[in-house]
């Protein structure tokens, strides 16, 4: 990999840092905000559940438009909406100002994950791009560990603080994007633009939803699926089943980060070079679900936490191969194509912590066998319809 590729590739994984420090900074501070603004559990579910509805929505819409424009104006705009939105969660004295900042940074933030995908791969040969969605994936796991800490020594005496540093650094980001990052994909022609948004007609979509690619994006609601359900249902479950304190808790929190970073930072991309992506991705589907069933095995605080890294380092082996893979369907609408990618990681997001409460409130182990049931389903999805010969892939883009 060339010097200016590293510098490109630093850049995107800082600002996505920067994206997700600003996520993981707002989970803590939130409850104690939504009680300071006098406003109500539900009024908090409500925070969460249109951030992901608009990360939904909107994800695909900036990943087609910087396959018409380009990469980096769409990056700015992402960052820039992004630095707004923490800004306004900052000067919020009322829960209207609130959702309007948390639906601001859903529409807008949803920008940077596909249009940075999309600029790897544009970049990038297919054979390094698993060790780049890994080193992107890597700033998104420091980012959720460093947020929560980052908050806690912020908010000590201002809840408002953590937003304004947010959004200060958002700003540093959107400096080195437009100051440092070159565009990597020239604005497409007319006909080309017209081409791109034909792929978002129903029959062209339903065309790609029923070939490889829709099998592809199945995987990738079943791995955002299983990780969120774990996610939502984990603390809950050991505070219920064992009376873990909140050092305890907060040790598995420690873990699911530190191993999200060294999983796609540092072992993803050699793997999936060494083993192919295919490989690592059945391998890691099938140890994800032997890790769910040792989380429903595990007896005590320790075993607790080594199946809790078993578990995790599965599911964070999946996603920079399943990416990369993914990639090569994009042709000239990368953008697009990670959009959708995207989205249905979204869906799964906001599926998963739906389903572990239900469930749970059932038999507080039903997460975890379902969680266990829904990798092996997609283990056998992988067995049958993933192809490890590239060239039986073509783009599914519309001619």
Known sequence: MNTTNRKNILIL??????????????????PFLITKLGASGSDLGILASVYAAMQLVCAPLWGTLSDRIGRKPVLLIGVLGYAIAMFIFGLATQFWMLFVARTFSGVLSSAVMPTSMAYLSDNLPENERSGAMGKLGAAVG???VLGPLLAGFLSTNSLSLPFFVGSGLATLALLLIYLLLPESHLAQSKASATQAESFWHWDTLKKVLLGPVGILMLLIFIIAFAMTNFQGIIGLYVVNKFDFNTSQVGAIWMVLGAVMIIGQGVLSGPLAKRFGEVMVIRIALLAGSAGFVALLLAQSFVPILFATAFFLLAVALISPPL??????FGGENQGAMMGMNTAFASLGRVAGPLWAGFSFDMNMSY???????????????????????????SAPMPG
């Open 142 to 144: 420091l980012g959720v």
């Open 323 to 328: 990416t990369a893979y993914i990639s090569t």
């Open 367 to 393: 997460p975890f066998i379902s969680g266990a049931v829904t990798l092996l389903v997609g283990f056998s999805i992988s067995l049958a319809f993933l192809s490890a010969r590239r060239g039986q892939k």
């Open 13 to 30: 994984s800082f600002t996505l840092l920067v994206v997700m420090l600003g996520y993981g900074m707002i989970q803590p501070i939130i």
